[in-house]
């Protein structure tokens, strides 16, 4: 069912530090910051050769990142994203066999405009995964 790794998502404590860091000292392809406020997130995007890295920074008050930096002050891999062809069968499917969605279940258009769902990190070895219909 899941295909490529799209992303690994990384929350930062200072997103410019860790943009200049993947940029001068990993020589890496680093996109601008971008605010996405219907996740509560600052994004900036990394271009690797087979998949991407999302630096995370907390967008207002309620942002989902934010709890996370208070237990992990230094930052710390927040979560990994996998592609679906088809991301509601996936879904029901996942759910039938006892893995639960986060929110209401129902896909959010996510950072890059496709549809994203969550899945409990606890039902996923302690991981955060997120499924992208590419
Ligand atoms: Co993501």
């Not at 069912?1 to 990993?26: F, K, T, W």
């Not at 990142?65 to 230094?74: D, M, S, V």
């Not at 986060?102 to 996510?110: A, F, M, R, T, V």
Request: charged content about 25%.
């Amino acid at each position: 069912m899941i295909g490529r790794l799209n992303h690994v998502a990384i929350a930062v404590p200072d997103l410019n530090a860790a943009a200049e860091q993947y940029r001068s000292v990993l020589c890496a392809k680093v996109g601008a910051p971008q605010d996405e406020p219907d996740h509560g997130v600052t994004v900036i995007f990394i271009e690797l050769p087979n998949t991407k890295i999302e630096l995370l920074y907390p967008l207002g008050e309620d942002s989902p990142i934010k709890g996370f930096l208070e237990k992990n002050p230094a930052g710390g891999i927040h979560h990994i994203c996998y592609e679906v062809d088809d991301i509601l069968a996936a879904r029901d499917r996942l759910k039938a066999s006892g893995a639960r969605v986060l929110g209401s279940g129902e896909p959010k258009i996510g950072a890059h405009g496709k549809p994203v769902l969550f899945l409990h990190p606890k039902d996923f070895q302690g991981t955060l995964v997120e499924l992208e219909q590419v």
